[in-house]
């Protein structure tokens, strides 16, 4: 009796695989792979351009596909396309006319922390910038309490300016007291 199951084996831990996933599912919510999302389900995905733009490429997924699309030329030529301006839309293309389910990875072994960008350490959920992200169980980083932001002070006086330095407007200064009338 011939038996063609196939064999399956596991490559990663679970952990690492959610984790790789939740990053490049935020590559395609909210980095260069915006293009390529379903509106049924999540995509998990990473876009990519060789330094002198000779070849474009995107490796995407969901849970019942996986698909790599390379673009470029025979003649090792810049092509002017990006990873989300060639590649993408072509994997975009396919998958958005083949059913997909959600990928199912568990995250067991992970804890999650707040982080703001350009931090070390795991902070406040109200820090300014602040992200929840996954690390591996015993990994996250120590917890830093958010800093108050201290005003920014230029030649004596605390910047900001209310809505007008939303637009680089200078501060409104005090009106200049009228000039006295000399009879």
């Known amino acids: 009796v011939l038996d063609n199951s196939p064999s399956t084996i ?3 831990k679970p952990n690492t695989a959610y984790t790789m996933t939740y990053m490049m599912q935020n590559a395609v919510e909210s980095g260069t792979g915006t293009e390529a999302r379903l509106y049924s389900v999540p995509v998990a995905g990473k876009t990519g351009t060789s330094n002198d733009g000779r070849d474009s490429w995107y490796a995407g997924y969901t849970g019942d596909h996986l698909a790599v699309v390379w673009m470029g030329n025979d003649q090792n030529e810049p092509t002017g396309l990006y990873g989300a301006s060639g590649a993408m839309r072509v994997w975009a293309g396919v998958f958005k006319k083949l059913p997909s389910r959600a990928l199912e990875v568990t995250h067991d072994g992970l804890e999650w922390a707040w982080v703001a960008d350009g931090r070390q350490e795991a902070t406040d959920e109200g820090c300014a910038g602040a992200r929840r992200l996954p690390f ?10 958010c800093a108050p932001l201290e005003p920014e002070i ?10 007008r330095s939303w637009f680089g407007l200078p501060s409104r200064e005090a009106e200049p007291e009228p000039a006295a009338q000399v009879p």
């Open 136 to 145: 591996v169980a015993g990994f996250a980083p120590a917890y830093m309490p």
């Open 10 to 12: 596991q490559a990663f």
């Open 154 to 163: 230029i030649d004596g006086q605390e910047a900001g300016g209310g809505w």
